[in-house]
């Protein structure tokens, strides 16, 4: 409130501002059971957080905040619940070797797997601050606009790391988007569709659904 009372300005006050808010939640452990599961479920909700609540155009215009390759979603749906931390490492740095996500994760493997870093960027791998972190850079930074609050976008990630607490629900929602991309017919916006309703039954978000089964 006050740096709002004090002129500061958010995403969606200009055309090139593209401010973001960044949040980086500790990570739980240093094995892959403790990081496999939170970045599977983000993956695998990321179209309706970027839906459910567009960020702004001048963030979406710009490459720092795209979204993971489907070739990533794939892998984590699939073989993800198997993997090692050094296959994932190998199979993060294989699909998306950027810090432009919405969730980063090179922080924390520059931390964990150094070396594979180094490796896979070279010496762009030396401008990384390694960190035992999520880096969670999706959000706008909304702070000029009254009622906006950090508590919004905290727990739209607590709804990620609940998601991946919930063992079933993770396998059945990677089940789910496998037979999604094995579909033809299917477009994005059907998985999209899919996500409002499921969320809505596991009352992920607010626990709230609306009499269509969406959430609100």
């Not at 979603?73 to 993060?92: K, N, V």
């Not at 070797?97 to 493997?109: I, V």
């Not at 999209?192 to 009499?211: N, T």
Request: with cysteine; aromatic share 10%.
């Amino acid at each position: 409130g006050a740096l709002r009372a004090a002129g500061a300005r958010g995403s969606r006050e200009g055309v090139f501002l593209g401010f973001g808010l960044h949040l980086n939640p500790e990570i739980p452990g240093q094995d892959a059971a403790d990081l496999v599961p939170i970045v599977r479920a983000f993956a695998l909700i990321e179209d309706w957080l970027r839906k459910a609540d567009p960020i702004d155009p001048s963030r979406r215009l710009l490459p720092f905040v795209d979204p993971y390759p489907r070739s990533l979603i794939d892998r984590l749906a699939s073989a993800g619940p198997d993997w090692t931390l050094e296959a994932f490492a190998d199979a993060y740095l294989d699909e998306t070797p950027t810090r432009n996500r919405g969730l980063d994760m090179l922080p924390c493997l520059a931390h964990l797997a150094k070396d594979r870093v180094a490796q896979a960027l070279g010496p762009g791998a030396a401008s990384i601050g390694a960190r035992p972190t999520f880096h969670y850079r999706l959000p706008d930074c909304r702070i000029d606009e009254p009622g906006w609050r950090l508590a919004y976008e905290w727990n739209r990630w607590v709804m990620v790391e609940r998601l991946a607490a919930d063992t079933a629900a993770l396998k059945g929602l990677a089940a789910d988007w496998l037979d999604y991309r094995a579909a033809l017919t299917t477009t994005r916006s059907d998985w999209y569709a899919h996500l409002d309703r499921v969320l809505c039954k596991l009352e992920l978000w607010d626990g709230s659904c609306g009499k269509d089964g969406k959430t609100r």
